[in-house]
């Protein structure tokens, strides 16, 4: 992807994230917090695996 073309699609991407941010700030507040969620958990995961495999 050129230069140009990559700066059009990241200010499009920001663009859209403050707009969903703006107008429906409960929705994004529970979007972050599950994906902050998922997160946590799969690095639960991989502590665990790795506790186990050298326990």
């Given at each position: 992807m050129s230069g140009g073309v990559k700066k059009i699609v990241v200010i499009?991407?920001?663009v859209l994230v403050l707009f969903?941010?703006?107008?429906q700030p409960t929705q994004s507040a529970n979007l972050v917090h599950q994906v902050l969620g998922w997160l946590r958990d799969g690095a639960e995961a991989i502590?665990?695996?790795f506790q186990t495999?050298?326990?």
């Open positions: 499009g991407v920001v969903f941010l703006i107008t502590i665990t695996f495999l050298f326990a």
